[in-house]
């Protein structure tokens, strides 16, 4: 009963269908199957979900025992039949002098042999071409049995192929984890370390640029500009030497006047003419620097 009630029951049918006739039916049925096992039917209740659910097993229950009768029944009647063809086949041998014991051991060896081989083939007469339809057959199997073994032997070394590969990358694998494991405590040494690096390189960075801040508070109240840099010094230097190299001989011979016997009127020419050359060379040195800085820029 343990067993009815795992079974999924069908949809409740409507309260007509719970009556007395189809309860009967259904303890009739309860009785058999116990009566069969010799153990009496338990007491439960009727509803009318549970007896809904035990009519529709007894109806396929009945169903399955008569269609087991038919093919019994039918059954027995092939192996009646099988008894009396082999009774009168034994008869008939008897009668030529063919009978089992009359044989030779090696005659009944030669017909037990094929016996066997009639039911290894199954096969049911002693025609040749039955059995080399049978042996046909079976070697069709063994080629088809060989190929499929061919098949999952390829299959087979392509997975042992696959195994092995997975195995020596795990290997590795395992090799690197600890490899890296014993590199932790270093890696966790240095990474304090640069850590500590770090702190005092971002200290030093905020020194250095309040340092520059200085520097550049101080060029700009000096007046210096990034347009003057070595380059243009040197160069504007150059040019200075070459302006001296040439005022050297005005100053020369401004000096050597001084060595001349008074005349205002020659002296007053000769230093207007200087000055005006003096005038003229420091107009030159202008240009010159004027033309550094703005090829700088």
Sequence with gaps: MADLGSL???APESTSGFDHTRIAEVKSWLASQFDAVGKEVPHFEYTPRSVVHLHALATVSQAKTQAAGIVAADLRQKAAEY???????????DNVGLALDNLPPSATSSAQVLANVSNLLNIRDTEMSSFLVAMGDISLRKTGVEEKRAKVQKESKVLLEYTRKALARLTYLKRTLAQLDDEVATCDEQMRHWKKNLALMGSKEQQYLEQESLYKAKLNRVGYTPEINHGVLLEMSEHRKELERKTKPILDTLRSYQDLPPDKALAALA?????RQYAAAEKYLEEVLHSALTTAE
């Design 8 to 10: 999924d029951p069908p």
């Design 83 to 93: 008894r009396s063809q082999a009774v009168r086949i034994r008869e008939i041998l």
């Design 271 to 275: 230093i207007e003419d200087k000055r």
